[in-house]
Nanobody, 127 residues
Framework: QVKLMESGGGSVQPGGSLRLSCAVS????????MGWFRQAPGKEREGVAV???????TYADSVKGRFTISKDNAQNVLYLQMNSLKAEDTAMYYC?????????????????????WGQGTQVTVSS
């Protein structure tokens, strides 16, 4: 059984940066996509960024050019570097694993196709 543990969240002013980490342990298929999703109060969970086994990535339009997803396969850690943060980025951020084998046009819109989830880490952007 795979276990995902997020860290790195916190409070930051607009324009600031944070780096989220997700430590992966247990049995999981590293060939499957992994990703970051977020959920703000009263809103549905939305895809932020997904990465496949070859390092190909896809991002939500709202974070393109500001966020970067990456992974360290040797250490089994998934990262999300977030720069130029905005108030609308405030949400609980979740790490997801055991996704599809390849990135598709709908992967960010389908959190249900990821089988494993972390508990989340809160990101608050406020002045």
């Amino acid at each position: 059984q795979v276990k995902l543990m997020e860290s790195g969240g916190g409070s930051v002013q607009p324009g600031g940066s944070l780096r989220l980490s997700c430590a992966v342990s247990g049995l999981y298929d590293s060939s499957d996509c992994m990703g970051w999703f977020r959920q703000a109060p009263g809103k549905e969970r939305e895809g932020v960024a997904v990465i496949d086994r070859d390092g190909s990535t896809t991002y939500a339009d709202s974070v393109k050019g500001r966020f970067t997803i990456s992974k360290d396969n040797a250490q089994n850690v998934l990262y999300l570097q977030m720069n130029s943060l905005k108030a609308e980025d405030t949400a609980m951020y979740y790490c997801a694993a055991d996704g599809p084998r390849f990135i598709s046009s709908y992967v960010l819109a389908r959190p249900d196709i990821f089988a494993s989830w972390g508990q989340g880490t809160q990101v608050t952007v406020s002045s």
